[in-house]
């Protein structure tokens, strides 16, 4: 057994430090991941190659982190996924893959002209967007119905059919966007105001307004997959409607008036939102017969988005050919591979990897020191905790070598890392009770002893479960018995 760390060796390794709030810790979340080396050199090779990846092995081991270190180390989504309405047949909307530079045009043509304040602008003008009252010709916010100053109404928000028997004519109907002329060098130009805010107004030339038209006279859009999005998507525990996507019910059936068109009821599920990134599914084997339709999304690359509810008026909506490009990244126990559809695993195998990932490393000072970075960064994960000073933390790296012996059987260091940041949970609980500044050493003694679990309380507490039992079983007899009595 290695001797226990104190500041000498720890000043030896380069690593001069009293607590492990001194202890640097990685910025790349690949780096951040102790003891599995082998998993980290596929993780590097499915990141660059974009390879599909299954993880093997028993909770608390890392298996997630390495999924999302995969996903920081892939570049960042290049394309925005939208549905578009369509005119001919709205229950089939149409899909559109844009690009950065698309979006940017766009957003530009949207941005067209010049702003300026509600004072700058033709007072008939001001008076139409809502800016000016026709009255008294105060200006207050175009949102203002009523004017602050007088009181009169500034508009009516819609046109009646009885507007030549109205007798108040000191009302307009307000409007989003006025077009009037000016002269330019003796030739008159059309000109466009349009509301910018409440107290803002744009100003369009007739050559940047024909320009906004070209953009405004593309479909309707909804965007379902946005530029700007996570690498990352977990779907652990996903039902079919979260994995593959959906449609929402419209009670008026998407009637023209009173309901609300298809393409906006659409619902991408995690296969379209991991587009150009990772799908992580904790647990792989517990989506049961989902994963013929991962299969499916896997091998095509696009994955239509359909009601599923037969009862949902959104049953008759569908959106073919959506994109899923994504990299598999499944996590599963080594008891429930056989849980696995075959073919899954052969897609996975045919562009991918599959890693036993390790439950225990060697006892080596190099070990050692990743075992004291990885206290320092489940202490700042945490957020709630003090940090723990170095003789305290060797008390947990002498709790992690007592696991690999009791669990794997093996002179080493455990990696069923969950376990043993719950140890340190609760001895930086223990002493943020005390109101100390650091975990000592009593603190984590304590918490060996509440982290137990209740088959091992059992085990302290009554010779076998056969007397643990009989307890239960004698207390509700007592129990009984002092009932009949009442």
Known sequence: MLANFNNASLRNGHMAARDTSQIPIPKSPIEQIIGQDEAIRIAKIVSKQKRHLL??????????????????????????????????????????????SEIKNERLAKALGRVVSASEIPLHVAEKLGFRCRRCGAFSFADSAACPKCGADKYRKEESPFDDLIANFDTVVQEDRVQTTHMVNGREQVVVFERAGRDKARVLSQQELQKLQRFERTQPRKVIVPITRSTFVQATGASETELL???????????????????????????????????????????????????????????????????????????????????????????????????????????????????????????????????????????????????????????????????????GLTLRLRGISGIIKLAGDMASSEGSKLIEPKHV?????????????????????????MSDFGASKKKGRDSEVG
């Not at 570049?75 to 950065?100: D, G, M, W, Y």
């Not at 003694?445 to 007397?467: F, H, I, T």
């Open 55 to 100: 993880l093997v092995g028993p909770p608390g081991t890392g298996k997630s982190m390495i999924a999302q270190a995969v996903a920081s180390l892939i570049p960042k989504p290049t394309q925005e996924i939208s549905v578009l309405h369509n005119f001919e047949r709205p229950e089939r909307p149409i899909i559109e893959v844009r690009v950065a």
């Open 245 to 411: 996507g959906d449609v929402r019910h419209d009670p008026y059936g998407g009637h023209e008036e009173l309901g609300t068109q298809p393409y906006t009821r659409i619902v991408p599920g995690a296969v379209h939102e991991a587009h150009e990134g990772v799908l992580f599914i904790d647990e792989l084997s517990s989506i049961g017969y989902l994963q013929r339709f991962l299969l499916t999304a896997m091998q095509e690359k696009k994955y239509p988005i359909a009601g599923r509810n037969a009862s949902s008026t959104g049953a008759s909506v569908k959106v073919d050919s959506v994109p899923c490009d994504f990299m598999l990244i499944g996590a599963v126990n080594i008891n429930d591979l056989a849980g696995l559809l075959p073919p899954l695993r052969s897609r996975i195998l045919g562009n991918g990897y599959e890693v036993l990932v390790s439950t225990h490393m060697p006892d080596t000072d190099g070990n050692r020191k990743q075992m004291l970075q990885f206290i320092s960064q489940e202490i700042r994960k945490d957020g709630r905790i003090p940090h723990a000073s170095i003789e305290s933390a060797n008390l947990i790296i002498e709790e992690a070598a007592r696991r690999a012996r009791s669990i794997d059987n093996v002179s």
């Open 445 to 469: 003694k304590e918490a060996l002893v509440r982290g137990k679990s209740v088959e091992e309380q059992l085990g302290d507490k009554y010779e076998n479960w056969w007397k643990a039992g």
